[in-house]
């Protein structure tokens, strides 16, 4: 048996330690301590951050491409193990790097473009355009023109649209490729409410008026597919939707559209933390605070979207579920295996010889990246709690709602500051450079074990999906973060192409 030489074993141990202190350097209070991939603290990565923050500065957007092949593949077995007709569009929305876009195309996958920009930087990275989709909740006349001049399949979400797709095609004497938007699925006994798509009551009616009335119209466009978007990450909604939706499959191919695949869209979950019990620890003790019953959790005792109204609290979460149990190809796996018929969901699918599509963004890119910004002040208030100003605003690391609630990590600085680190166990919250008090880059209150120090990096996990450029934005006329692909055959790190000029 062989064994590992003396300075290996080192190596090994420094890692692991260097590993234990990023995350004990830098808590919640309690912890919410995040998932990591290998790539994240390997002592490769870890070596370079300090230099690359000073070459490209703070923040600094790092993405790897190798998690993000593995979730697509793991999509690809389940759909292979049921037999199903399946393929992956990426939802390119949720990062805008390019490398992503490459490691698709690498794999067969298809992109799920949101606006003209995107769909002009998809054709240009080669992918062909019967491999695009356009999902966008807004589409102009010059997207849906670029859409029909590429033969993009556009997934038509009204009836305007529906009519702009016809005439912009008969001007052009070039059919439109779509699917339709479909919404107002049944579950429960309720009827799902969604800004997007068509009501699936209507569709039919919609559709047989223009057979009658307007024949022209639906011969300018080929109607191959339907598509519906749901909020949230229920398995059980999507599952209701698919079956409501093969019986119009039927019927929209009994009226000869020659309708070849369903679109479930995106919504797939994913977990950010590994420790259930961390993620309901938080909350219970949150829910306290909120109540005046613990020391609060978060800045100013922010709800996240609890309110207290006397001594009782309402409303729901406003996050995203930082832990579930049930994700990504495992929560695939049961919608293909969910009854329908006499058989399943998948054995309806290859009972009609349909593809299933599906569009996600957040779940295939989990471990694929990282954002580092520089610790640049540390200012005590009169409660005893630190602000620790980072060369950041929170738009660069923020979705739509409320906060990023995975505990960062910590990098001491290379170099020994002339300013003294603060005291072992500060605790405080992380603020941002916009000019507001509202200017949170983590609305928890975070512990730093070894005090925080000037030059210091404060690493947010996994936040390729959303989290990095989302809602980024140039207010103040700061720079955009710059997005830096690694590259595990050599260990470095380069520009993603996105940053050309």
Known sequence: MKTMEPRAREEVSQSDQ???????????????????????TAPGTISQLHRLVQEYDSPLNLIHTDPFLRNIDALYQVAESHQVDFDVYFARKANKCLAFIDAAHSRGCGIDTASENELHQVLEQQVPSEKIICTAAVKSEALLQACIVSGTTVAIDNPDELSRTALLSARLDRQAEIALRISGFQHDGHKLPSRFGFDIEKILPLLRDLQQSAPNTLQTLNLTGVHFHLDGYSQAQRISAIRQLLPLVDQ???????????????????????????????????????????????????????????????????????????????????????????????????????????????????????????????????????????????????????????????????????????????????????CTESELLCLRKLQFARGVGIGDLIIFPNTAGYFMHFLESRSHQFPLAKNLVYYPQTGEYHLDAIEAP
């Open 18 to 40: 260097t590993h234990t202190s990023m995350r004990t350097d830098c808590q919640g209070m309690p912890p919410l301590t995040a998932r990591l991939e290998p790539w994240m």
């Open 252 to 434: 929209l191919r009994d009226m000869q559209f020659p309708i070849r695949f369903i679109d479930i869209g995106g919504g797939f979950p994913m977990s950010y933390l590994d420790s259930e019990t961390e993620w309901n620890e938080f909350w219970m003790i949150h829910k306290q605070a909120l109540l005046d019953r613990q020391e609060p959790l978060t800045w100013q005792n922010h709800g996240l979207g609890l309110q207290r109204v006397e001594d009782r609290l309402i409303g729901k979460p406003h996050c995203y579920p930082f832990y579930q149990s049930l994700v990504q190809a495992d929560w695939f796996n049961g919608i293909l295996s969910a009854l329908y018929e006499t058989g399943t969901i998948a054995s309806a699918l290859r009972k009609r010889t349909l593809q299933l599509r599906c569009e996600p963004g957040r779940s295939i890119l989990d471990g694929c990246g990282i954002t580092a910004a520089r610790v640049e002040s540390r200012k005590q208030q009169s409660n005893g709690d630190w602000l620790i100003g980072l060369s950041m605003n929170r738009t660069q690391c923020r979705t739509s709602s409320d906060d990023f609630l995975v505990d960062p990590l910590l990098i001491p600085a290379m170099d020994e500051s002339p300013l003294p680190r603060t005291p072992p166990g500060t605790s405080g919250f992380l603020t941002g450079a916009y």
